[in-house]
């Protein structure tokens, strides 16, 4: 999967994220008045019509997009049924897929939860394809068999994971930047990443088992990028969480690759700063991240 990602970076020369966390608050006036926003199935359709309309305006110049599963979960068995259409446009359009469910479970649970995302439902007979994913965040507390079973999926159907390491919130330190042994809990799971995602690099040196590194910790970003050279990176906390410019240099490795970079509110909402229609003003928000990046980008290829 991690090559199909790169070259799908390359292809638009853009190391963005599209991050779908939609919500009815976020439509403009105009746009909300289209539904019946006081009842889930409303809601649901709403959002769906919103992303296709963003995907339609991006597809060309921004090669993934990650749904986070909570702000379709909040919307019922509606919301799972545009969270569903989402995907299944989202692969029509060309975007590589993250599902952003941040799982984890015991082993046999997690096998559950690997099913489906990434692999396949047994039913009586065959196996059938739940939510179709490419890529899914996984929380490491549990440990290794709590991963394990996703590593499994992405070996036996060619997807990828990405594992919380060093998160983008206030207060990801707490736990994550805690000394035990001589070195940072977010070292440590670093480290984990790197022994379960081994048997899975692909042709550029990068693993299928990838790590989520906050855009807000960028010192930490590039102590990590150094320390786990086959670990790609999911760079979340751009715009509205107040990562992003040059500051992020450093997660990137010396060709210019090694992490993709999400914002979430600061393109479902670009039309509050550049005024007109929400996909117009998501394009020109999304011109501006690539231009920003690029110049991350080229900043740490300077420095190699
Ligand atoms: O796993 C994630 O994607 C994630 C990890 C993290 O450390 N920080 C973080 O913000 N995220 C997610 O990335 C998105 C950030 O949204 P914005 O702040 O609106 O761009 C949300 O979907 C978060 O759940």
Same mark, same amino acid.
């Given at each position: 999967?991690?090559?199909?990602?790169?070259?799908?970076?390359?292809?638009?020369?853009?190391?963005?994220?599209?991050?779908?966390?939609?919500?009815?608050?976020?439509?403009?006036?105009?746009?909300?008045?289209?539904?019946?926003?006081?009842?889930?199935?409303?809601?649901?359709?709403?959002?769906?019509?919103?992303?296709?309309?963003?995907?339609?305006?991006?597809?060309?110049?921004?090669?993934?997009?990650?749904?986070?599963?909570?702000?379709?979960?909040?919307? @019922?068995?509606? $919301?799972?049924?545009? &969270?569903? #259409?989402?995907?299944?446009?989202?692969? =029509?359009?060309? /975007? *590589?897929?993250?599902?952003?469910?941040?799982?984890?479970?015991?082993?046999?649970?997690?096998?559950?939860?690997?099913?489906?995302?990434?692999?396949?439902?047994?039913?009586?007979?065959?196996?059938?394809?739940?939510?179709?994913?490419?890529?899914?965040?996984?929380?490491?507390?549990? @440990?290794?068999? $709590?991963?394990?079973? &996703?590593? #499994?999926?992405?070996?036996?159907?060619? =997807?990828?994971? /990405? *594992?919380?390491?060093?998160?983008?919130?206030?207060?990801?330190?707490?736990?994550?930047?805690?000394?035990?042994?001589?070195?940072?809990?977010?070292?440590?799971?670093?480290?984990?990443?790197?022994?379960?995602?081994?048997?899975?690099?692909?042709?550029?040196?990068?693993?299928?088992? @990838?790590?989520?590194?906050?855009?807000?910790?960028? #010192?930490?970003?590039?102590?990590?990028?150094?320390?786990?050279?086959?670990?790609?990176?999911?760079?979340?906390?751009?715009?509205?969480?107040?990562?992003?410019?040059?500051?992020?240099?450093?997660?990137?490795?010396?060709s210019g690759r090694g992490a993709i970079v999400n914002a979430s509110r600061s393109l479902l909402c670009a039309y509050k700063k550049h005024g007109g229609d929400?996909?117009?003003?998501?394009?020109?928000?999304?011109?501006?991240?690539?231009?920003?990046?690029?110049?991350?980008?080229?900043?740490?290829?300077?420095?190699?």
């Amino acid at each position: 999967m991690i090559d199909r990602l790169i070259e799908a970076i390359e292809a638009k020369k853009n190391p963005t994220v599209l991050g779908l966390d939609t919500r009815i608050e976020y439509f403009p006036e105009k746009f909300a008045s289209g539904f019946d926003l006081t009842t889930f199935s409303g809601a649901a359709d709403g959002i769906i019509a919103y992303n296709k309309a963003l995907m339609d305006a991006l597809f060309g110049t921004v090669p993934a997009v990650k749904i986070q599963l909570a702000y379709y979960e909040m919307y @019922g068995l509606e $919301g799972l049924r545009a &969270f569903a #259409e989402t995907i299944g446009y989202a692969k =029509k359009k060309g /975007f *590589v897929v993250m599902v952003d469910g941040k799982r984890n479970d015991i082993g046999a649970t997690a096998t559950a939860y690997a099913a489906a995302y990434l692999g396949e439902t047994p039913l009586a007979g065959e196996n059938a394809r739940a939510f179709d994913a490419d890529y899914l965040t996984v929380n490491p507390y549990l @440990g290794s068999d $709590g991963v394990l079973p &996703f590593v #499994e999926a992405c070996k036996a159907q060619d =997807k990828g994971i /990405f *594992v919380l390491v060093k998160t983008s919130n206030p207060s990801s330190g707490q736990l994550q930047d805690l000394v035990v042994e001589g070195e940072s809990i977010y070292q440590r799971v670093g480290r984990l990443v790197v022994e379960w995602g081994k048997e899975l690099i692909g042709k550029y040196g990068y693993s299928d088992v @990838g790590a989520v590194v906050g855009a807000t910790y960028p #010192e930490q970003g590039a102590e990590l990028r150094r320390l786990l050279p086959s670990v790609f990176f999911l760079v979340p906390g751009y715009g509205a969480q107040g990562g992003g410019g040059k500051e992020l240099a450093g997660c990137f490795d010396g060709s210019g690759r090694g992490a993709i970079v999400n914002a979430s509110r600061s393109l479902l909402c670009a039309y509050k700063k550049h005024g007109g229609d929400f996909d117009e003003a998501a394009f020109a928000e999304a011109k501006r991240m690539r231009e920003d990046l690029a110049e991350a980008v080229a900043l740490r290829r300077e420095r190699s």
